[in-house]
C-alpha cells in the first residue's frame, strides 16, 4: 500500500461525521470488518461515503444475476491486473454458479476476447456477450455495434444499464486499488493473491 490505512478503529479524536460514515460501511460489510479499500478510502470519508452507497447499489441492488456480475467483475480484474479484486471477486463467481474451468478462462485469456471466438468453459451465449462487452469497455471504453446488439438480445434494458454500471463501477474500483497498491498484491500476478 502506497499510504498508511486508517486506523480500525478510528483514533479517539474522530469527528462524529466521520464515525457515521464508518457506521454506514460497516452495515455493508456486515458480518466481516472494514476491507482495506475501505480503510483505505477512509482517508477522505465523503468519498468513502458516496462509494460506499454507489458500490451498495451496483453489488445489492441490482436485478443482475450474481453469476454474471461477479464474471464481469472478474474479468475488469484480469484486464487491469488488479488481482487483489480478483481475489474477492473470482471466489464470488465461483460460489454463484460459475464453474473453475470458466473461472481459470476468465483469468488466463490474456488478449482481447470477441464474440466469434466463444469457448465453452460452460459458459452460455449471455455470459459470453457480457464478458466480450466488459473486455471492450475496460480496454477500449467503447463497445462494438455487434457486442451492444448481442447484450440488448439477451438482456433487458435494465440489466443492459446494470451491466454497463457494474462494468464502469469496477473499472473505478480496480484503478483505484492499482494505483495505491491496495492489498499489496496488485502488481504481483493472479497467482500470488493474498485475501485479507
Known sequence: MRLPYTPDPPAPSTPQSDLDVIARIRDRRAPRPLQPLDRTLLHAPPIADGWNSFLGAVRTQSTLPADVRELAISRVA?????WYEWGHHASLAVAAGVSQAAMDAVKAASGA?????KVSHDLDDRQWAVLVLTDEMTRNVTVSDETFDAVKKAWSEREVVEIVATVSCYNCVSRFLVALDVGERNATGPDHVVKH
Open 78 to 82: 484480469v484486464v487491469n491486473r488488479a
Open 113 to 117: 476476447l470477441k464474440l466469434a471466438d
